[in-house]
């Protein structure tokens, strides 16, 4: 009997499938990160992608304290000093690499990946 290797992200309501065109890596603000919505009320489903230092990540847009979305502004997903994730709600701070909050009510709790992968230059869910 094998387990179920689903990704995380398709527990969420709404999420989209896998090939699924997000934007195109020239199309990413300066920072190098985006948010994206899919659907509406129940079945909304917001992630964001990170382009940083030639390598593509992707979250769910759900912060794991009190399930907010991160960004504090539209696109603005990074600390001041652009070495962690923010979310604005509270304050707390997740490693850029793998989601995980190291400051502020959720620490030690991680952002729900999302795989991403560049097609060319288009940027899907993988
Ligand atoms: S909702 Fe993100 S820190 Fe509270």
């Known amino acids: 009997m094998s ?3 689903s990704p995380a992200y398709l527990r969420f309501a709404g999420a989209p499938s896998s090939g699924t065109p997000l934007c195109r890596l020239g199309e990413l603000p300066p920072d190098g990160a985006k948010g994206f919505t899919f659907g509406e009320d129940v079945n909304r489903f917001e992630m964001f ?3 940083r230092e030639g390598e593509l990540r992707g979250y769910v ?3 794991p304290h ?3 979305t991160l960004d504090y502004l ?3 997903f990074f600390s001041l000093d652009k070495s962690h994730l ?3 709600t509270h304050g707390a701070l ?3 690499g793998n989601g995980l909050c190291v400051a502020g ?3 030690g709790k991680r952002l729900t990946p999302v795989p991403v992968r560049l097609d060319g230059d288009m940027i899907r869910i993988g």
Do not use: M, Y
């Open 3 to 5: 387990g179920d290797a």
């Open 49 to 51: 992608v990170i382009w």
């Open 61 to 63: 847009n759900d912060c």
């Open 66 to 68: 009190a399930h907010t």
């Open 74 to 76: 539209p696109d603005r």
């Open 86 to 88: 923010l979310c604005g």
């Open 94 to 96: 997740f490693q850029v």
């Open 105 to 107: 009510p959720c620490k």
